[in-house]
């Protein structure tokens, strides 16, 4: 059975941080690119970061791109996402996604979300 657990999500305040893991088990996790997407109350889902787990290759979206660090331990079937600075207007619900290949190329399989909440 193919399983996305995501985790790690909270409150937080202004410039604090917070560590996202995406658990995956039930698929080849070395074939697959891992992508970070939230979705804010009354917005559409964004993406916000992708790891192609087979070379490591990263992606960012602007918004997050020098705050945010996408990685994989690979022994561990995990991706992280290391969020530093973080803003009020990260505040969403967070969900991991994997897709076969590499980022760009469409997920198939998504995990539940993890709410991540900034505020004072």
């Known amino acids: 059975e193919v399983q996305l657990q995501a985790s790690g999500g909270g409150l937080v305040q202004p410039g604090g941080s917070l560590r996202l893991s995406c658990a995956a088990s039930?698929?080849?996790?070395?074939?697959?690119?891992v992508g970070w997407f939230r979705q804010a109350p009354g917005k559409g889902r964004e993406g916000v970061s992708c790891?192609?787990?087979?070379?490591?290759?990263?992606h960012y979206s602007d918004s997050v791109k020098g705050r945010f660090t996408i990685y994989s331990d690979n022994a561990k079937n995990t991706v992280y996402l290391q969020m530093n600075n973080l803003k009020p207007e990260d505040t969403a619900v967070y969900y991991c996604?994997?897709?076969?290949?590499?980022?760009?190329?469409?997920?198939?399989?998504w995990g539940q979300g993890t709410q991540v909440t900034v505020s004072s």
């Open positions: 996604a994997a897709g076969l290949g590499w980022c760009g190329y469409g997920y198939d399989y």
């Open positions: 039930g698929f080849t996790f070395g074939d697959y690119a």
């Open positions: 790891i192609s787990v087979s070379d490591g290759n990263t």
